[in-house]
């Protein structure tokens, strides 16, 4: 399977604290990208890096992507009790149309205010 | 902001019935999905669709499953004879542009909670 995954499968932090996430995948890919997920609702795009991009950053998030290692990073700096979620990467492997994604098995954050 | 609504938020079913959930893409957008999310599980792929065509699919859409765009806004995803692992959340996404074309953002809809008994 391409899927993902990520690890911790949970982790909880007080508020203020980072966070770091980790996913891990299979095959060469396009695109790695991260959603978030409030419990009940659909998923929230985050933030996407290239497969040529080693770090990017939006507001407090850091996502690193390391394809030696076909490993990705997402760091969420000075976290606040809305951060509570749970987070997936999605990957588009290369060679393939790009049109599927797959999502890890996400990471369920929960900060403590 | 605009979004991809999907409808209904929560249906109840025996097994063995047919079931249709639906969505309306974001207007502009061109390549649309369907993923699903048994409860507290992963997120699944099922389906990808683009001009008027299924463009892939997983080995979990299968001959039960069929999907469809009947007009210019609607985008809908059939389950024919419903199993109780048919039970889950399936969300509806869209995007702009294929992933060989650029980067491709999904844009979800809230899901739609189907249970069946």
């Known amino acids: 399977s391409q899927q993902g995954e990520e690890d911790p499968q949970a982790l909880s932090i007080q508020e203020g604290e980072n966070a770091t996430m980790n996913c891990s995948y299979k095959t060469s890919i396009n695109n790695l990208q991260w959603y978030r997920q409030n419990s009940g609702r659909g998923l929230v795009h985050l933030i996407l890096i290239r497969s040529n991009e080693r770090e990017k950053h939006s507001g407090r998030l850091r996502v690193t992507l390391d394809t030696s290692k076909k490993s990705s990073s997402l760091l969420i700096t000075a976290s606040r009790a809305a951060d509570t979620a749970s987070y997936f990467c999605?990957?588009?492997?290369?060679?393939?149309?790009?049109?599927?994604?797959?999502f890890g098995t996400g990471t369920s954050l929960t900060v403590i205010p | 902001e605009p979004e991809v609504t999907q409808t209904p938020s929560h249906q109840v079913t025996q097994m063995g019935q047919e079931v249709i959930l639906r969505c309306v893409p974001i207007s502009n957008h061109l390549y649309f999905y369907w993923y699903r999310q048994i409860l507290g599980q992963k997120v699944e792929f099922l389906v990808s669709f683009y001009n008027n065509e299924i463009s892939e699919k997983s080995e979990i859409f299968d001959d039960q499953f069929s999907v469809e765009r009947p007009d210019g806004s609607n985008f809908t995803l059939k389950i024919r004879s419903t199993k109780l692992e048919d039970s889950a959340m399936y969300f509806c996404?869209?995007?702009?542009?294929?992933?060989?074309?650029?980067?491709?953002?999904?844009?979800f809809g809230a899901g739609s909670r189907l249970t069946v008994l």
């Open positions: 999605a990957t588009d492997f290369l060679g393939n149309t790009g049109n599927q994604f797959y």
């Open positions: 996404a869209s995007s702009e542009r294929s992933g060989r074309a650029g980067a491709n953002v999904l844009t």
